[in-house]
């Protein structure tokens, strides 16, 4: 079972490296599914060995071999993220601790134990590609790619839909409504009374897709997280000299890492929902 965790890396390395192609070319009319590689100096298309994640960056130094132009740590730091995520995820899912998504008590429940657990393994392998892309892309451009939010969206949706399909009623959905639509009214409510200046819209959107997806006791802990992250790292930026008091810091990344925090932490922490107690 152990060389599951490999093979999640070296997965995890794969998508990371066309996460970085959908970083880069969202928004800029290039397509996504097509055209080769090239190097965003000199432009010159790249070879299949030249796109080996992680390696080939440490192989060329970081730099491209034809125009010797430095290449952005970005790629490395995308394609490691995914990686290191994909393993810490499929390490909890070997090991039992996996929180259990919202369509997990639909018929879903059925399957064999290994088909679960897959199951559940590919429903977050899938949100934390998700948060990889749209953390990195909003840490580079200080804007939220509605099309992955969306996307989010539907997969929050899709989950919520499918936890239905059993024993389940339709006001079971009411704690992850309540705190998903909590989430994205609270964030909605900074940005529009600071018109733009305390928060950017896209993040209600991200705050109201990511609280559908993992369900309202890890939706919770992980926005409290979130809170507290994006103070710390506003607080040690501003010592070091990096920041103002009054600079903005893109905060989709510290949702999503809030988020996934929880999802790890939850297990130590025991049954974590407190709304168990309201509805």
Same mark, same amino acid.
Not at 20 to 30: K, Y
Not at 71 to 81: G, H, I, N, Q
Not at 107 to 121: E, I, K, Q, V
Not at 217 to 232: D, R, V
């Given at each position: 079972?152990?060389l599951i965790l490999p093979?999640?890396?070296v997965?995890?390395?794969?998508? &990371?490296s066309f996460?970085?192609?959908?970083?880069?070319?969202m928004g800029?009319g290039?397509?996504?599914?097509?055209?080769?590689?090239?190097c965003?100096?000199?432009?010159r298309a790249?070879?299949?060995?030249?796109?080996l994640?992680?390696?080939s960056?440490?192989?060329?130094?970081g #730099?491209?071999?034809?125009?010797?132009r430095a290449?952005?740590r970005?790629?490395p730091?995308v394609?490691l993220?995914?990686?290191?995520?994909?393993?810490a995820?499929?390490s909890?899912?070997l090991? %039992?601790v996996?929180?259990?998504?919202p369509?997990?008590?639909s018929a879903?429940a059925a399957l064999?134990?290994? %088909?679960?657990?897959?199951a559940?393994l590919?429903?977050?392998?899938?949100?934390?590609?998700a948060?990889?892309?749209v953390?990195f892309y909003?840490?580079e451009? #200080? +804007?939220?790619?509605? %099309?992955l939010t969306?996307?989010?969206l539907?997969?929050g949706?899709?989950?919520?839909?499918?936890?239905?399909i059993?024993?389940r009623?339709?006001?079971s959905l009411?704690?992850a409504v309540?705190?998903a639509?909590g989430?994205?009214?609270?964030?909605?409510?900074?940005?529009?009374f600071?018109a733009?200046?305390?928060?950017?819209?896209?993040?209600a959107?991200?705050? +109201?897709?990511i609280?559908?997806?993992? &369900?309202?006791?890890?939706? +919770?802990? %992980?926005?409290l997280?979130?809170?507290?992250m994006g103070?710390?790292? &506003?607080?040690?930026?501003?010592?070091?000299?990096?920041?103002?008091?009054a600079?903005?810091?893109?905060?989709?990344p510290?949702?999503?890492?809030?988020?996934l925090s929880?999802?790890?932490l939850a297990?130590? +922490?025991?049954?974590?929902?407190?709304l168990?107690?309201v509805f």
């Amino acid at each position: 079972m152990l060389l599951i965790l490999p093979v999640l890396a070296v997965f995890g390395l794969a998508v &990371g490296s066309f996460l970085t192609v959908v970083i880069r070319r969202m928004g800029t009319g290039e397509t996504i599914l097509w055209g080769r590689s090239h190097c965003p100096s000199c432009r010159r298309a790249l070879t299949w060995f030249e796109l080996l994640p992680v390696l080939s960056f440490l192989l060329q130094r970081g #730099r491209c071999r034809s125009c010797g132009r430095a290449v952005s740590r970005f790629y490395p730091a995308v394609e490691l993220t995914s990686a290191g995520l994909f393993v810490a995820l499929g390490s909890s899912a070997l090991g %039992g601790v996996l929180p259990p998504p919202p369509f997990a008590l639909s018929a879903l429940a059925a399957l064999p134990g290994l %088909g679960s657990m897959a199951a559940w393994l590919a429903y977050y392998l899938l949100f934390a590609a998700a948060a990889v892309a749209v953390s990195f892309y909003d840490f580079e451009r #200080r +804007l939220i790619p509605t %099309g992955l939010t969306r996307s989010l969206l539907v997969l929050g949706l899709a989950a919520q839909g499918a936890g239905l399909i059993g024993p389940r009623t339709v006001s079971s959905l009411l704690p992850a409504v309540a705190v998903a639509g909590g989430s994205f009214l609270l964030f909605w409510s900074l940005w529009f009374f600071s018109a733009g200046r305390a928060m950017g819209r896209g993040d209600a959107d991200v705050a +109201l897709a990511i609280g559908l997806v993992v &369900g309202p006791g890890i939706g +919770l802990l %992980g926005l409290l997280l979130a809170f507290w992250m994006g103070a710390l790292f &506003g607080i040690l930026m501003v010592l070091a000299g990096r920041l103002e008091w009054a600079s903005r810091i893109p905060f989709a990344p510290f949702l999503f890492g809030g988020a996934l925090s929880a999802l790890f932490l939850a297990p130590s +922490l025991g049954a974590f929902n407190p709304l168990a107690y309201v509805f």
